[in-house]
Structure formats: structure tokens, C-alpha cells
């Protein structure tokens, strides 16, 4: 089945560790999002990337890290600089940026600090 | 700077209703309009994709409409079911990024 696998589904993160939540896409998109949700508050954009090897912070970058170096694949990186990292982290796949460009959603992976 | 808002928060409704959902948007320059149902603890299901040129979509028994001049798109869901119950967002497209409103709960009682 083509998809967009999120893992681990939950995750707990000690105080001052860095932890990589996994985002894996079989749809053959070039487009990738990372976005996170708080209660109460829409989506916001971490980060996208348009291509492999090329990708641009989003609204709130600061205390995350990305890379993109096979197509199908976005793993992010919650570092100890981000200072409140408990929330619903979403990876989202299109087939491109623009005009017409249906996103698609993972199921999502819970982070707690504990 | 686009701003989304969804009217109303939160929606319980008896089964077998027809109900209208709201979005408003500030900014008109969209590229399209996305509508997503998310279950709790789940990610994002897209149920309508519309276009910038278009005026709606429909999908068995859910129709979205879209009107940019007044910054406002609905969902209409007919002859509602338990299995309706979930939040609803909308998001508008621009060309780097979707932008989300806070979605609307909806809570259909057998």
C-alpha cells in the first residue's frame, strides 16, 4: 500500500537528549513537511524540502534539525535546544510545491519529555 | 500574513443531520484549499482537495465549496453519522506551505 510511515508512534525524550522521529514515504513525492501540532493551536511548519539534498526551514525551525538524502525519506531531529518539545509531530508528503499539490499525512508520532 | 479561522470550535449534532462546517481566510492568493478529518491520536485524512479555479468538490456525501472573493470555504456534510465524529481542518495552500486553521469537533450521537 502506498503511504507515508511515521515511527515510533510514541516517544519519550529525557532532558538535554536529541531523539530522530523516522518519516518514510512510498508514493514517490518530492515534497516533504514536517509539521507539529499543539492542543488548541493549528499545524505549524518545521521544515520542507522540495528536493533531495535541498531543504528550508519553516515557521518554527529553531531546536530542530532535518535531512534529505534519499527521496523517500525526512527524519527529523528534536534537539536539546528546543526547549518545549512534548507535542504531535505530522510528516506530510506531495508530489511537488504549487499549484494543485495534494498533501498527504502520516499517522503521526506523540513526543513526551519525561 | 494568512490567517485561518474555523467556526464553530466545537459541533454535537444528533444523527441524520445535515450540518455546514466554516473556514474563513484572510489572504485570497491561495493555490487551493484542502479539508482533513483527524480521529484522536491520529494523523490527517484528506477528504477534499479544490482547486483555486474551482468552485467546489464533492465526495459522497460531504461538499466542499470554496469562495475567495469573500475569504470563506464550507464542508457540508449530509445525513450525518456516529462515524463522523472527528475534528475537521481546513488549510490553505500558498506555494511553499499549508497553513492551518484549529479545526472544528464535531460530535455526531447515535
Known amino acids: 500500500d502506498g503511504g507515508i510511515t511515521q515511527s515510533p508512534k510514541y516517544l519519550f525524550r529525557k532532558e538535554g537528549q536529541n531523539v530522530t522521529l523516522s518519516c518514510e514515504q512510498n508514493l514517490n513525492h518530492d515534497a516533504m513537511y514536517w509539521y507539529r501540532q499543539d492542543p488548541g493551536q493549528g499545524l505549524r511548519l518545521i521544515y520542507y524540502s522540495q528536493i533531495v539534498n535541498d531543504f528550508q526551514k519553516g515557521d518554527i525551525a529553531e531546536g530542530y534539525s532535518v535531512s534529505r538524502e534519499k527521496k523517500e525519506s525526512f527524519p527529523l531531529t528534536v534537539t536539546s535546544a528546543q526547549k518545549n518539545p512534548t507535542a504531535f509531530y505530522l510528516c506530510?508528503?506531495?508530489?511537488?510545491?504549487?499549484?494543485?499539490?495534494?498533501?498527504?499525512f502520516g499517522q503521526g508520532t506523540r513526543l513526551t519529555v519525561v | 500574513k494568512q490567517e485561518v479561522t474555523q467556526i464553530p470550535a466545537a459541533l454535537s449534532v444528533p444523527e441524520g443531520e445535515n450540518l455546514v462546517l466554516n473556514c474563513s481566510f484572510t489572504?485570497?492568493?491561495?493555490?487551493?484549499l484542502q479539508w482533513f478529518r483527524q480521529d484522536p491520536g491520529k494523523g490527517l485524512t484528506s477528504l477534499l482537495l479544490?482547486?483555486?479555479?474551482?468552485r467546489e468538490q464533492t465526495s459522497g456525501r460531504l461538499n466542499a465549496s470554496l469562495d475567495k472573493s469573500s475569504g470563506r470555504s464550507t464542508l457540508y456534510i449530509a445525513a450525518s453519522q456516529p462515524g463522523d465524529s472527528a475534528t475537521y481542518l481546513c488549510a490553505l495552500g500558498g506555494f511553499q506551505k499549508l497553513v492551518f486553521g484549529t479545526g472544528t469537533r464535531l460530535l455526531v450521537s447515535p
Open positions: 479544490i482547486q483555486s479555479s474551482q
Open positions: 489572504d485570497s492568493a491561495i493555490y487551493n
Open positions: 506530510a508528503s506531495s508530489i511537488g510545491q504549487g499549484a494543485g499539490t495534494e498533501a498527504f
